[in-house]
């Protein structure tokens, strides 16, 4: 144990002995240069200096540039989630589309297939009854007339059965004209 910690002293002198070796050394150097030398050695201290500001300059791009790559990513992940979502939303319509489409056609069809069966069943009821081609529609109403109608307390409308204003105003009964629609008998 004694000798462990003799050697470790012995270290630790001789550490201290390298340190200032080593200052005794820089020391001589430094005065027994010529000034060639401290010309160059000035250089090259200026760009060391040079040197080290620009890789400072390049450390910081590239951490701010790793900083944006970061957020881009980010971002196209995002766009490429929000691309995958839409073409699934583009196909979930496409195949309602379809359906909605079949489904239409399938309704046309039908109302197709019943107008045409309704044309045959008119041009069948047409041919039967002999109406096909009616130029003008008949109304309904007019009548026989059972008694002259009566002219108005003054002879206002002037008594006439030519008058159809005075003759309809006049009408009482049966013989006015009714709807044969809303027939109430």
Same mark, same amino acid.
């Given at each position: 144990? =004694?000798? @462990?910690?003799? #050697?470790? %002293?012995?270290?630790?002198? *001789? /550490?201290?002995? !390298?340190? +200032? ?52 990513? =980010?971002? @196209?992940?995002? #766009?490429? %989630?929000?691309?995958?979502? *839409? /073409?699934?939303? !583009?196909? +979930? ?61 003054n002879g206002s409308f002037g008594g006439s059965t030519n008058n159809p204003i005075a003759r309809l105003q006049n009408e009482d009964g049966p013989a006015k004209r009714t709807s044969w629609f809303?027939?109430k008998g």
């Amino acid at each position: 144990m =004694r000798d @462990l910690q003799n #050697r470790c %002293e012995k270290v630790v002198e *001789l /550490e201290i002995q !390298l340190d +200032d070796i080593k200052e005794q050394y820089n020391n001589v150097i430094r005065n027994s240069n010529s000034k060639a030398q401290q010309k160059k050695m000035s250089f090259l201290e200026r760009n060391l200096e040079q040197l080290t500001l620009v890789q400072k300059e390049l450390v910081d791009q590239n951490s701010s540039l790793k900083k944006e790559a970061g957020l881009a990513e =980010r971002k @196209l992940l995002a #766009r490429n %989630e929000r691309i995958m979502n *839409l /073409e699934a939303m !583009l196909q +979930d319509a496409d195949r309602r589309l379809v359906l909605q489409d079949q489904k239409f056609q399938s309704q046309l069809q039908a109302v197709k297939e019943r107008l045409d069966q309704a044309r045959a069943q008119k041009t069948a009821n047409a041919a039967s009854l002999g109406f096909g081609r009616i130029a003008k529609p008949l109304r309904g109403g007019g009548g026989v007339q059972t008694s002259p109608p009566s002219s108005g307390a003054n002879g206002s409308f002037g008594g006439s059965t030519n008058n159809p204003i005075a003759r309809l105003q006049n009408e009482d009964g049966p013989a006015k004209r009714t709807s044969w629609f809303f027939n109430k008998g």
